[in-house]
């Protein structure tokens, strides 16, 4: 079993609606979560990074935490069909050792006007 | 100014021959890392440099794999003798790194394929 699962889809949506994208972890000692937006033929780029549990909200983007589910989502408000995209969780520990973030295979998401 | 640089962008190469991936990272970054990401996995960890530390290796998946970073900045990954499951596309990042949450900035890799 992987440190971090996530469905990697795609997901197919049509323009407007809500989308939930989600990931679980086997590691309790994970602090930092953190998403990333890869789109075709380029590099992630951060979208949002919490620490701990908690809400995040930026813009139409929500950053959701529940670790004593080992369970983070990332939630689109209005979608739109610029979002499509590859979707990556990524968390690190917060002590010991060197930052190194493990990361999710990724979930396809395809925003359909 | 200027992102993660990676060059080249595609790669197209021989199995049994030697490759060269060369990453210029955000000037001031002292942490600089490079995974690999074949189709429909995840971004798997090779190698991670921190400042004048020992870089940790913990995620290079055979001695035909190696990486140098020199004078703190550029650093090159080399691959001997590639292999045609070596094929994959391989990203470069670095960040400030000596905060947890400094984020990592991605170059748009390099494309290779081994035939």
């Known amino acids: 079993q992987k440190e971090v699962e996530q469905d990697p889809g795609p997901l197919s949506v049509p323009e407007g609606a809500i989308v939930s994208l989600n990931c679980t972890y086997s590691n309790s000692a994970f602090q930092y979560f953190m998403w990333y937006r890869q789109y075709s033929r380029k590099g992630p780029e951060l979208l949002m990074y919490?620490?701990?549990?908690g809400n995040k909200e930026d813009g139409r983007f929500t950053a959701q935490v529940d670790k004593s589910s080992k369970y983070i989502s990332l939630f689109i408000r209005d979608s739109q069909p610029s979002d499509s995209a590859t979707y990556l969780c990524a968390m690190t520990l917060t002590s010991g050792g060197s930052y190194i973030p493990t990361f999710g295979r990724g979930t396809s998401l395809i925003v359909h006007p | 100014g200027a992102g993660v640089s990676q060059s080249p962008s595609n790669k197209v190469t021989e199995k049994g021959k030697d490759v060269e991936l060369r990453c210029d990272p955000i000037s001031g970054h002292t942490a600089l890392y490079w995974y690999r990401q074949s189709l429909g996995q995840g971004l798997e960890f090779l190698i991670y440099?921190?400042?004048?530390?020992?870089?940790?290796k913990s995620g290079l998946p055979s001695d035909r794999f190696s990486a140098e970073r020199t004078g703190g900045s550029v650093s090159t990954l080399t691959i001997q003798r590639t292999q045609q499951e070596d094929s994959a596309v391989y990203l470069c990042a670095s960040s400030l790194g000596e905060l947890r949450n400094s984020p990592l900035h991605f170059g748009n890799g390099t494309r290779l394929t081994v035939t």
């Open positions: 440099f921190q400042g004048n530390s020992a870089p940790d």
């Open positions: 919490t620490y701990s549990s």
